[in-house]
């Protein structure tokens, strides 16, 4: 994702605040129903210069070129990872249309106000059909998009390089094109220890998150960069459209589910109240992160107000309560399993002790991240560790993990219940922004009632940045956003 950024354009794009901003195209009209929505492109987005042109030299983008991009993401013959976009929403033949040169259509089968965000993603970035014709299987290593940077060259595995497109089309508030920096490169570890240590030798000017076993070393207990590391490295943190969770399996119909005490919603709340997540964050996060005490909902996102969905904080006195009453009521000792992967087993051992505490046995099992998603996906997993960052900046995304005719993925809990159904249905028919939101805030506290999630934290972009790099900052959705980036001499 963060090279096709740099690579490609996309219609729209998110901008800071996380409304839908214009790129490619300069500004568009949506039709009184909601279906149709019509793009006027800019005249000035060139593609990047390419021995798929005549001559070698880039051409104009155009209508075309829109349609063809995302005829060929959902023709099942490209076998794209991101059809799920359109399918079931338009006609893929009469859905797209060039009205001419400067002017896109796309027509829906009904309203589906998150389309807006999700033309955003990578996935819906413009190509030529010249370049996919011309490399053909090699399209992948011979990339020919419109963004900031062009493809020089790759070794696999090892280094990619990145250079500036001089004809990119945005330009600063005074006129200069972007962007300024006039390359890029791009290493490849597979090890973050490893990374973190190139960092500290200056061969990388910027690293995404930093490894647990130097978290101590950088950051203290409050978040905050330590001493030694003020002069030459700058830290920037920005919330992250990222939900880390506990799941807890919902399907009545499951042997798992039927055997397990956490198909009592008591116990499901008890787990909710029974562990300290300020706490938590403090000592096992260095407070990288915002404590979920709202709904799986994340701040960031325009529809997020913690005064409309309270969610659960620390009450161990009533999980206690709550798990005393079950094992009253029915007989059963309260004890489960949890599944989680080896770099949350720390958080996950945490849980289970505070958990202890309030009358609830909680054995931790760590496996490997591949059988972990197989399992959740084949609904063999009671109680998991889960994360959901969000494709595009809507809540529908979030709250399409919840809605019961969604397959795992997205409902890995298989969770059902019909009033959250038909919340979901008549947002995703609601073009009113605010009536809309306000049905997401609706269906997040029903999750916090019936509990089958736990949110842990809303998570935190960390950036370690050299100090002579400047106009370089994190978002929401933790881009790499390289175009008004600036290397000053060290």
């Known amino acids: 994702m963060w090279i096709i950024h740099q690579l490609y354009s996309t219609l729209v794009e998110v901008g800071d605040d996380m409304e839908i901003r214009p790129s490619v195209a300069d500004r568009w009209e949506i039709s009184a129903d909601g279906r149709i929505y019509r793009f006027h492109l800019k005249d000035s987005v060139w593609f990047h210069d390419s021995p798929c042109f005549p001559g070698g030299r880039g051409r104009r983008l155009k209508a075309a070129d829109v349609v063809y991009s995302l005829r060929r993401l959902v023709d099942p013959a490209t076998a794209s990872s991101g059809a799920w976009i359109f399918n079931g929403k338009l006609d893929p033949r009469q859905g797209f249309r060039a009205v001419d040169d400067s002017t896109f259509e796309l027509e829906l089968y009904k309203a589906f106000p998150p389309i807006l965000g999700m033309l955003s993603m990578q996935y819906c970035s413009i190509i030529p059909e010249e370049a996919v014709q011309f490399y053909g299987a090699g399209f992948r290593s011979h990339p020919v998009g419109s963004g900031p940077f062009f493809f020089l060259a790759y070794e696999e595995g090892q280094t990619l390089l990145l250079k500036r497109h001089r004809q990119y089309f945005e330009k600063d508030s005074s006129g200069q094109h972007l962007p300024y920096l006039p390359g890029i490169k791009i290493t490849f570890n597979e090890s973050k220890a490893t990374e973190f240590l190139l960092f500290r030798q200056g061969q ?287």
């Open 204 to 490: 990388l000017h910027f690293v995404n998150d930093i490894d647990p076993s130097f978290k101590d070393e950088v950051l203290n207990k409050k978040g905050d960069l330590r001493e030694a590391w003020k002069e030459q490295v700058t830290l920037k943190k920005h919330p992250y459209l990222n939900t880390e969770y506990l799941g807890i399996l919902m399907d009545p119909g499951n042997a798992l589910v039927r055997r397990s005490p956490l198909r009592w919603k008591q116990v499901r709340q008890a787990i909710n109240y029974g562990f300290d997540r300020k706490k938590m964050m403090l000592y096992l996060r260095n407070s990288i992160g915002r404590p979920a005490e709202n709904g799986f909902v994340p701040p960031g996102l325009p529809s997020f107000d913690s005064a409309a969905v309270p969610g659960y904080t620390f009450r161990p006195d009533t999980a206690r309560k709550l798990v005393a009453s079950i094992k009253r009521e029915s007989g059963e000792q309260a004890a489960v399993t949890l599944l989680t992967i080896p770099i949350y087993s720390d958080l996950a051992s945490y849980i289970a002790r505070e958990l202890q505490e309030i009358g609830l046995q909680v054995k931790v099992e760590v496996v490997q991240k591949s059988f972990l998603l197989e399992q959740t996906a084949q609904s063999q997993a009671m109680f998991f560790r889960g994360s959901w960052i969000a494709d595009y900046p809507d809540a529908e995304n979030y709250l399409s993990v919840f809605y019961s005719k969604n397959p795992a993925p997205p409902n890995y809990t298989r969770y059902s219940n019909p009033s959250f159904d038909k919340l979901y249905e008549a947002a995703l028919l609601e073009t009113n922004d605010s009536i809309r939101y306000g049905l997401y805030r609706s269906m997040d506290r029903l999750l916090v009632a019936d509990a089958p999630v736990v949110p842990l934290w809303y998570d935190e972009v960390c950036w370690l940045v050299r100090k002579n790099v400047t106009g370089f900052t994190p978002n929401s959705q933790n881009l790499l956003e390289l175009r008004h980036a600036r290397l000053d001499q060290p």
